[in-house]
C-alpha cells in the first residue's frame, strides 16, 4: 500500500469529535510529482458500499491505532471530500482531538494502491487509486488538500443573523475570513467591499437573494 500526504488547517472542532475536509485534491502536483485526476476514487468507493467494507480511519497508518470513522465520502469537482469522526472514548482519539484544536497537525493522508497511471511529461497521473484508508498525520506533501471545517458553524451563523436582521459587524466578518485562512488585503476587500454592500442593501429594504451565493463562494 502507498501513501499521499495533503495539508490541512484545522478552523473549529467539534465537541463530538465531528469534522469535514478533502483528503485528497484533483489536478495539483505534490511534492512527489504526482497528480490526482478527477474520478480516481469513483470505483473504489462503490465498491466499500457495495461490499459493505469502510475507509479506514488510522493515526499515521497505523494499523494498530484506528481513532474514528468516515461517515460519508465522495468526489466532488475539488477532490475526495469526506465527514469523519473522531471516537473520543478512545484515548488516542481525544490526543489527536486536542492537537486538532490546537492546531498542532499538519495534514491528512490516504493509503491506496495504484490500478491504473498515466505519465504527461515529468508529472505521474494517478487515474485509478483502490483507497484503504485516510489519516491525520504530522507532516503533509500537498499544500492544497486541508480539513476545511470541524464542524464548522461559522458561515451558518453568519447567514442566519442576516436573515434575523442583526447582521455581525464588518469587522467580526473580517476576522472570522482570517481565521478561515485568508490573507488579511482580501478579508478586509472581501468584508469592506462585498459584505458591507450586503448589509447596507438590506437595511435600505432590498432583498439580497445573492448573500448564501456569496457565503458558498467563500466556503470553496
Known amino acids: 500500500m502507498k ?20 483528503g485528497s485534491i484533483f489536478g495539483n502536483v505534490d511534492s512527489y510529482g504526482e497528480k490526482v485526476l478527477p474520478g480516481a476514487f469513483i470505483d473504489s468507493l462503490a465498491r466499500h458500499k457495495r461490499e459493505g467494507s469502510s475507509v479506514l480511519m488510522l493515526w499515521q497508518h497505523n494499523s494498530d491505532a484506528p481513532i474514528g470513522v468516515w461517515e460519508d ?3 466532488d469537482a475539488k477532490g475526495l471530500w469526506g465527514k469523519g469522526r473522531l471516537i473520543l472514548e478512545v484515548q488516542k482519539s481525544r490526543e489527536v482531538h486536542a492537537l486538532m484544536k490546537a492546531k498542532a497537525i499538519g495534514g491528512l493522508s490516504i493509503g491506496y494502491r495504484e490500478q491504473d497511471t498515466d505519465q504527461e511529461g515529468n508529472v505521474r497521473l494517478l487515474k485509478k487509486l483502490d483507497l484503504y484508508e485516510i489519516s491525520p498525520v504530522s507532516f503533509p506533501a500537498n499544500r492544497r488538500a486541508r480539513i476545511e471545517s470541524v464542524k464548522s458553524e461559522r458561515m451558518e451563523e453568519i447567514a442566519r443573523r442576516f436573515r434575523d436582521g442583526d447582521p455581525m459587524p464588518v469587522k467580526e466578518f473580517e476576522e472570522i475570513l482570517r481565521e478561515a485562512g485568508f490573507p488579511k488585503s482580501a478579508a478586509v476587500q472581501i468584508a469592506s467591499v462585498g459584505y458591507a454592500k450586503a448589509i447596507r442593501r438590506e437595511s435600505e429594504g432590498e432583498k439580497a437573494n445573492d448573500m448564501a451565493a456569496f457565503l458558498n463562494a467563500l466556503r470553496g
Open 3 to 22: 501513501t499521499k500526504d495533503f495539508a490541512l488547517q484545522v478552523k473549529d472542532l467539534g465537541d463530538d469529535g465531528t469534522f469535514e475536509g478533502y
Open 73 to 75: 465520502l465522495a468526489e
